[in-house]
């Protein structure tokens, strides 16, 4: 079964920077189409970004491009998001999910952007 588990959440003030990490197991990595998904409080989860199987293919809200980047090490079987320039309004809990999958979520973890 597919295991997600994020890390690198955090509280920043604005302007600041993260790097969070999503760890997979269960499965072959490379097999997976692996997103980022974020819910803040009293919002719907919504999508951030995405990154294809070969890494050929990356996807990114309007809302974070330019700032969030995407990556995945196959090596190690992790999908990295390096968020810069953050903003209060980034602030949500961060998910990662496999092949847009309802079944395979992460734990989450918080990322917090003081103004």
């Known amino acids: 079964e597919v295991q997600l588990v994020e890390s690198g959440g955090g509280l920043v003030q604005a302007g600041g920077s993260l790097m969070l990490s999503c760890a997979f197991s269960g499965r072959t990595f490379d097999d997976y189409t692996i997103g980022w998904f974020r819910q803040a409080p009293g919002k719907e989860r919504e999508g951030v970004s995405y990154?294809?199987?070969?890494?050929?293919?990356?996807y990114y809200v309007d809302s974070v491009k330019g700032r969030f980047t995407i990556s995945r090490d196959n090596a190690k079987n992790t999908v990295y998001l390096q968020m810069n320039s953050l903003k209060p309004e980034d602030t949500a809990v961060y998910y990662c999910?496999?092949?847009?999958?309802?079944?395979?979520w992460g734990q989450g973890t918080q990322v917090t952007v003081s103004s």
């Open positions: 999910n496999a092949d847009f999958s309802m079944k395979y």
């Open positions: 990154i294809s199987i070969s890494a050929g293919r990356t």
